[in-house]
């Protein structure tokens, strides 16, 4: 299958401070990206669903100025933390598909990100 | 909204034992199902998938079949290895195959 690198893989970042992840598609091109959030032991939940060159359609209930999502390219998406919180803490995963919405989406290894 | 609801884990087997990973389902519609695999350190992968009731996806020896009439989509093996262990996320889409909805994830650890 296709490969989808997310970087870093975790990260430590003092409060206040902002972060970026970044999600690539090595080897296609992604004209549809998702970011998830995971908490210990629950499901994988939905952020954003962001389509290259257009704003990202963010779910209920996300903060778009906290979680900034970037897809400039047809193959790299960011998701930047601004302001962290501990509350952020999380473990965030991306996912990258080729076409509109009927083919498979490709996971990136997730970061684990911890807020101090 | 949609939703999916799978066995809590560890599940914890010896080698060559049987393996079923209860997984069913609440949509509007007539959904796709499919299972995802995350080995330790590494992404999703997708592991198989069923788009319409009573078909069958299978891969590695692993199948699960769409069942309608009870919302399920139990994930089964017949002899596990080692190797299989992982965690194992059910996930639908109404969408296409790449808006999805997962389940909590259920951990299997394999014993030699």
């Known amino acids: 299958g296709a490969v989808v690198s997310q970087h870093p893989s975790w990260v430590i970042c003092k409060s206040g401070t902002s972060v970026k992840i970044e999600c690539r598609s090595l080897d296609f091109q992604a004209t549809t990206m998702f970011w998830y959030r995971q908490f210990p032991k629950q499901s994988l939940m939905l952020m954003a669903t962001?389509?290259?060159?257009?704003?990202?359609?963010?779910e209920q209930g996300v903060e778009k100025d906290k979680f900034l999502i970037n897809h400039a390219s047809l193959t790299l998406s960011t998701l930047t933390v601004t302001s962290a919180h501990p509350e952020d803490s999380s473990f965030y995963i991306c996912?990258?598909?080729?076409?509109?919405?009927?083919?498979?989406?490709?996971f990136g290894q997730g970061t684990r990100l911890t807020v101090v | 909204g949609d939703s999916v609801t799978q066995m809590e884990g560890p599940v914890t087997l010896s080698e060559e034992a049987f393996l079923t990973i209860n997984c069913t389902y609440t949509?509007?519609?007539?959904?796709?199902l499919f299972w995802y695999v995350q080995y330790p350190g590494e992404g999703l992968q997708l592991l198989l998938k069923a788009t319409k009731a009573d078909d069958k996806g299978s891969n590695k020896g692993f199948e699960a079949t769409y069942r309608k009439e009870t919302t399920s989509f139990h994930l089964e093996k017949g002899s596990v290895q080692v190797s299989d262990s992982a965690v194992y996320f059910c996930a639908l889409s109404d969408k296409g195959y790449s808006t999805l909805t997962f389940g909590k994830g259920t951990m299997l650890l394999v014993s030699p």
């Open positions: 949509a509007t519609g007539y959904p796709s």
């Open positions: 996912s990258a598909s080729g076409g509109q919405g009927n083919t498979e989406a490709f």
């Open positions: 962001s389509n290259e060159g257009s704003k990202a359609t963010y």
